[in-house]
């Protein structure tokens, strides 16, 4: 683990802020990172689950985005081959009605600059969520009109819907995330799957 991420796993900024959320939890930021790594995903905060296990998308959720992606789970958590920078590293709690926070901004004001320095460029970019889309993008709006701009990302920019499922109906309502990004994405992954792994 670099030195960066070890000083990520020890952040307690954000202890007083979390003990006051419905779910009362402690800080356990998720650094899962590597200097060099051909492809960067980046999304919003962990989850419940991820919280528990301390591995990224380790729910229901990932699997639908390993699907998306065409990995396997070796792949997907070989931090030779996959960093994850989410826009906060820890699970944010959730309101008084069950909804997850939003991620805190200190968390991103605080670590960003530096692990996407130590990261340096990925070959593939994938941006998952508004609050991601937001940050690295700059872009506002609704998901559907941001995604539906996919063809004016940078080279190796790909910007994705949250793989939850409670997201299938406005994946059905935009079909064209499907039938159009999908298959780019994957064919992209899949080449720097092949240079991972020549044999």
Not at 101 to 125: E, F, M, N, S, Y
Not at 163 to 181: A, D, H, M, Q, Y
Request: charged share 20%; net charge positive.
């Amino acid at each position: 683990m670099s030195h960066i991420a070890k000083d990520i796993s020890a952040c307690r900024i954000c202890a007083a802020r979390f003990a006051a959320t419905k779910t009362q939890h402690r800080p356990r930021p998720v650094a899962w990172f590597a200097k060099g790594t051909p492809i960067l995903i980046a999304g919003q905060a962990p989850g419940m689950r991820v919280q528990q296990s301390g591995k990224p998308f380790d729910d229901r959720s990932g699997d639908r985005l390993r699907d998306w992606l065409g990995l396997d789970r070796d792949a997907f958590y070989d931090t030779d081959f996959v960093s994850f920078v989410p826009t906060a590293f820890c699970f944010p709690g959730y309101d008084a009605k069950g909804a997850d926070l939003p991620p805190p901004t200190v968390c991103w004001d605080t670590w960003h600059a530096d692990v996407l320095d130590h990261i340096g460029p990925p070959q593939l970019r994938i941006i998952i969520g508004q609050y991601a889309i937001k940050r690295h993008l700059g872009r506002s709006g609704s998901l559907g009109s941001v995604i539906a701009d996919w063809r004016s990302f940078p080279d190796g920019t790909f910007v994705l819907p949250h793989p939850s499922w409670r997201n299938s109906g406005w994946l059905k309502k935009n079909p064209v995330f499907e039938t159009e990004i999908l298959p780019v994405l994957r064919e992209q992954v899949g080449l720097l799957l092949t240079m991972r792994d020549p044999t």
